[in-house]
């Protein structure tokens, strides 16, 4: 079935840049996501991109998208100890309404 | 910024007893979804609901589950005889249209005893 592939940990130290990475096997996929998942807390969405972008960027969160090899990726730049969480990708296709999500990255920002 | 709540955020039930989860949806939102996360494992979808009745469902959302819409307001879902397979943290999100983003609420953590 389709999938969607996320290093489980990333530690960086504060102020670097964190770079996280996905992979998904659904060619169909429109839309995807990365949401924030804070301890205890619900998921909240990040930032999302189209399949027909290869670029977003908003404030301190780039979104890289190469359709060709279905690689996502989110750059924090400047990371501070608050963007320590579980970040997940997901993906959604443009005929279904269930996004697929990948099992999340444990950010980890050392002072 | 409107927000989709959920209640309760921890349920404790005994197996075989029925639970229900309820979620209020952003208020203009149209499409509604429920999905679960098993403690340690993906986030899995359940179900999506527009237009008062069901959209999509998984092969999880077996005849245990179902979903309604009792008013303008509330989404909920009922596991009818729950299982200790059961127990996971149950997420409600709403959408505007099926290809906006979808928000989720803080989520239900359901324990089966």
């Known amino acids: 079935g389709e999938d969607v592939e996320q290093s489980l940990f990333l530690s960086v130290r504060e102020g670097d840049s964190s770079v996280i990475n996905c992979t998904y096997t659904d060619s169909s996929s429109t839309y995807l996501y990365w949401y924030k998942q804070e301890p205890g807390a619900g998921l909240q969405l990040l930032t999302y991109i189209f399949s027909n972008m290869d670029m977003k960027q908003d404030q301190r969160l780039t979104v890289l998208l190469n359709k060709k090899d279905k690689h996502l990726s989110l750059r924090i730049a400047d990371t501070q100890t608050g963007d320590s969480a579980i970040y997940f990708c997901?993906?959604?296709?443009?005929?279904?309404?269930?996004?697929?999500f990948g099992a999340g990255t444990r950010l980890t920002v050392k002072p | 910024e409107p927000e989709v709540t959920q209640t309760p955020s921890h349920q404790v039930t005994q197996m075989g007893q029925e639970v229900i989860l309820r979620c209020v949806p952003i208020?203009?939102?149209?499409?509604f979804y429920w999905y679960r996360q098993i403690l340690g494992q993906k986030v899995e979808f359940l179900v999506s609901f527009y237009n008062n009745e069901i959209s999509e469902k998984s092969e999880i959302f077996d005849d245990q589950f179902s979903v309604e819409r009792p008013d303008g307001s509330n989404f909920t879902l009922k596991i009818r005889s729950t299982k200790l397979e059961d127990s996971a943290m149950y997420f409600c999100?709403?959408?505007?249209?099926?290809?906006?983003?979808?928000?989720f609420g803080d989520g239900t953590r359901l324990s089966i005893l």
């Open positions: 999100a709403s959408s505007g249209d099926g290809n906006q983003p979808q928000h």
């Open positions: 208020s203009n939102h149209l499409y």
């Open positions: 997901a993906e959604k296709g443009s005929n279904n309404n269930d996004m697929r």
